[in-house]
């Protein structure tokens, strides 16, 4: 038996070619999954998210974690030794004058936390000079620095040389970092003031580019230094002492990253004399021209070197990068959660 449909013939019982149904569900089956609306508004919305992420650590990167990391350390020990070979000093053991002498001037800083205030650190700085047949002169100091300026704050228990009476201002012996001022007031304890110190230009120095800042003291009575000594010491044709103040004049070189504030490099032309009040007797006590050692000078350029690339990637460099990839994130987010379904 054939049945005939629609011009084709098929026998009862065979098959009739065709797409296969598959098999048949049967009543109750689960229908299968959709596709979920808004998948792209979401993956765009997280674009977004993660953009705004990127672009506010940017932000603080520049405004709040260089400025933090930028300011001076609240602990900290430095080291910088000055020295001239033929120098000539007074040895008061004997009161003999030494000429052609190797005199050295070590200047230790050491700075601590100020409790109370995580903005100030305590500096104590020793300074002596030496010869090789022993010490020439001492001092020491204290005083509170605030740490993103490098300047004297004055509010608990400085000294200098046990003065606690003294008001010490400007910088101590740091710069800060990223300074761009042409003079900055300088603290010499000796005269107990802030003489200038001008900025002349720029210099290189061992690889690095560093600003030469100067500064020149006309000779200054030292104050407390008045103190007896033997006349005939003082060129005076007559027994006994006389009274007798030192004065010191002094020119000054600093060599300055800029970025880091790190100093790379000092010189210091230095005089020193003992002078009667009356003007009529004096003794040559110091002259020297004292320059840095070169390994400290090394040393300061290397780590002046790798302050300024952390400073400059940290103000920079990650800012750059988090707030191009922060916006582009941001764009590319906006426009697909804008995209049709």
Not at 12 to 40: L, N, Q, S, W
Not at 96 to 121: F, I, K, S, Y
Not at 202 to 223: C, F, K, M, W
Request: net charge negative; aromatic share 4%; proline share 8%.
């Amino acid at each position: 038996m054939t049945l005939s449909v629609d011009g084709a013939e098929a026998r009862v019982g065979e098959h009739v070619d065709g797409p296969d149904p598959g098999p048949d569900p049967g009543p109750g089956a689960a229908p299968g999954p959709a596709p979920a609306p808004g998948g792209g508004t979401r993956r765009g919305l997280a674009a977004v998210a993660v953009g705004a992420f990127c672009c506010t650590l940017a932000l603080l990167a520049h405004f709040y974690v260089h400025p933090r990391l930028a300011m001076l350390p609240a602990e900290a020990r430095q080291v910088w030794t000055l020295e001239d070979p033929e120098a000539t000093y007074l040895d008061t053991a004997r009161w003999r004058t030494r000429e052609d002498a190797e005199v050295t001037q070590r200047t230790e800083l050491v700075a601590r936390p100020m409790p109370g205030n995580e903005d100030w650190a305590v500096w104590s700085i020793t300074v002596d000079t030496a010869s090789r047949l022993g010490l020439i002169d001492h001092h020491d100091r204290k005083v509170v620095v605030d740490r993103a300026t490098a300047e004297a704050v004055n509010c608990c228990g400085e000294h200098v040389d046990g003065d606690f009476a003294v008001r010490q201002a400007g910088l101590v012996a740091l710069w800060p970092p990223g300074a761009e001022g042409a003079e900055f007031p300088f603290y010499v304890p000796d005269m107990r003031s802030a003489p200038v110190m001008r900025l002349r230009g720029e210099d290189r120095v061992g690889g690095i580019t560093a600003r030469r800042y100067e500064q020149s003291v006309p000779a200054t009575q030292v104050p407390g230094s008045a103190r007896e000594v033997p006349a005939a010491e003082m060129g005076l044709d007559r027994p006994g002492t006389v009274r007798a103040t030192r004065w010191v004049e002094l020119a000054r070189t600093y060599w300055v990253e800029p970025v880091s504030g790190q100093v790379v490099n000092i010189t210091e032309e230095r005089r020193e004399t003992l002078r009667t009040a009356e003007g009529d007797g004096g003794r040559l006590v110091l002259d020297a021209d004292l320059a840095m050692r070169p390994e400290h000078v090394q040393a300061n350029i290397q780590r002046a070197g790798d302050r300024a690339r952390l400073l400059d990637l940290v103000r920079v460099g990650l800012p750059l990068v988090l707030g191009t990839v922060g916006a582009v994130l941001l764009l590319a987010g906006a426009v697909r959660s804008r995209l049709p379904r």
